[in-house]
């Protein structure tokens, strides 16, 4: 049987061409996969649609990528943070689109992509300036909008724990959107902390089945000192 | 003394704290604390109404929900001891909670949106007399938006209070007739908790059901610009 496991992050990324939509898990910089978007900055792929919460921190991860000039769009529910200037920068000169969508509208909308869902009606954003140009229908009284899935080409996470077919378990809060952005990909790409035999993880306890996983790749040795790591 | 409240107000905030006749940020949030139900699911909004947990005794067995996935939320860390991968919606390091979870984003909206919050705290730059909450966009063409899960919180808890001063920094007030900012939902705002009253949104518009000794009805109405109704209890700051 082939293990999904690669064997490095230059191996991970491979295939991913200009033009891509690219869902990036990841809140803040929890559960950030730092070490595939910089492989993905390396192997040179442009004109790029990005779907994750926030636009960047710093000049590391997503604002790398950005001033790269990568990114030809991004789909978020929160750009601005304190030290997002590569975006505000690209934002101001018009040189990315923004397509800002509620946090929770932008997670409903990839788990409808995963699901299969054609498009759903929620309550989120009606009468606000975030409905222009979408379908609107009043349901028991109240004003819902009609939002479609986010199906995407590649989606990279960061979990905790894999196994050789690909089930994730994930570590505290660094979850977030993990496991839906792997649903609604072409093929998902994990970030993981360790690998382990078949069978060493609980089934009672695997988060993202290994159906949605495509490729695993172990990035050990980023952890701070005196981190413990989970067992499985 | 009104008279020189009166005076300090139009003279700015400075001029009103020094007079002592409003509540501090600490008062404020402990006066939303009080409202809230023992053994309630609470999501509280980034900033002030953060500090409302510092209020909250783990004896009233209040759950705290935050959007990146994790219920029954626990207070900072000792210095030291923060982990990168526990944080709260404002990215800031918490701890969890004994009987804590953490899920993800999907499920985590479903708490929010399918209605099984029961209290959301938000901040406000605006709200009006119908309830219409303005509190993610101030307005300026060339601001970086950031909307984050505002408008979910405000369409999905069951309870949406909003805890904001009463006057913005340059003295205009915070509760309008109809919101010029851009909206976050609309007629959503149950309950409102200033450095000055506790307001409640009502079908016959905003009823005063507290106010900070040393202020009257009208003299409320006059700095809000509005018309409030009410019999509202005197209360210390």
Redesign the interface.
């Known amino acids: 049987m082939s293990s999904k496991v690669v064997a490095d992050v230059e191996a991970a990324v491979g295939g991913i061409e200009s033009g891509s939509t690219i869902l990036i898990g990841g809140?803040?910089?929890?559960?950030l996969p730092s070490e595939l978007i910089d492989a993905l900055i390396a192997n040179g792929a442009s004109d790029l649609t990005i779907v994750s919460?926030n636009a960047g921190n710093g000049e590391q991860g997503i604002a790398a990528l950005l001033q790269a000039r990568r990114v030809r769009k991004i789909l978020c529910?929160?750009?601005?943070q304190s030290d997002?200037f590569v975006?505000?920068a690209l934002?101001?000169a018009g040189e990315i689109e923004?397509e800002?969508?509620?946090?929770?509208?932008?997670?409903?909308r990839?788990?409808a992509a995963g699901a299969g869902i054609g498009a759903f009606y929620?309550?989120?954003?009606?009468?606000?300036?975030?409905a222009q140009g979408k379908e609107s229908r009043i349901i028991d009284g109240k004003g819902h909008l009609l939002e479609h899935p986010i199906h995407a080409d590649f989606a990279l996470i960061r979990a905790e724990l894999a196994d050789p077919l690909g089930n994730l378990t994930?570590?505290?809060?660094?979850?977030?959107?993990?496991?839906?952005m792997a649903t609604a990909a072409r093929c998902t790409i994990a970030q993981v902390s360790r690998v382990v035999g078949i069978g060493e993880l609980d089934p009672e306890a695997i988060?993202t089945p290994g159906i949605f996983v495509r490729r695993v790749v172990c990035t050990r040795g980023r952890r701070?000192a005196g981190?413990t790591e989970s067992a499985a | 003394m009104h008279a020189r409240a009166q005076a300090g107000w139009v003279d700015g905030e400075r001029g009103m704290t020094s007079l002592g006749l409003r509540r501090d940020r600490s008062a404020m949030a402990a006066r939303v604390a009080r409202d809230i139900p023992n053994g309630s699911y609470v999501n509280l909004g980034i900033g002030l109404p953060t500090r409302i947990a510092e209020h909250l005794n783990p004896e009233r067995g209040v759950v705290l929900h935050?959007?990146?996935?994790?219920l029954g939320m626990g207070p900072p860390p000792e210095p030291g001891n923060a982990?990168?991968?526990?944080?709260n919606a404002g990215?800031e390091p918490i701890t969890?909670m004994r009987g804590g979870s953490?899920?993800?984003?999907?499920l985590?909206?479903s708490m929010?949106?399918g209605g099984h919050l029961d209290i959301c705290v938000l901040g406000a730059f605006q709200v009006s007399i119908a309830g219409d909450l303005a509190n993610w966009?101030a307005g300026a063409e060339?601001?970086?938006?950031?909307?984050?899960?505002?408008?979910?919180l405000a369409?999905?808890a069951r309870r949406v209070f909003v805890l904001t001063e009463h006057l913005t920094r340059a003295g205009e007030s915070k509760l309008v007739e109809k919101c010029t900012y851009?909206?976050?939902?609309?007629g959503c705002v149950d309950r409102i908790y200033t450095d000055l009253a506790v307001i409640d949104v009502t079908p016959e518009g905003l009823v005063v059901r507290e106010i900070v000794q040393g202020w009257t009805l009208g003299e409320l109405c006059r700095i809000s610009r509005l018309k409030l109704r009410g019999n509202p209890v005197e209360v210390a700051p």
């Open positions: 809140f803040g910089s929890a559960g919460n529910s929160f750009p601005r997002s975006f505000d934002y101001r923004l800002l969508v509620p946090q929770g509208t932008l997670a409903e990839i788990r929620t309550q989120t954003g009606f009468g606000t300036r975030l994930y570590r505290k809060s660094a979850r977030n959107f993990g496991p839906v988060v701070q981190w | 935050s959007e990146n996935g994790i982990d990168p991968d526990l944080i990215k969890l953490f899920f993800d984003h999907a985590s909206f929010i949106r966009h060339d601001a970086i938006p950031a909307v984050g899960g505002a408008m979910d369409i999905g851009p909206l976050t939902a609309a």
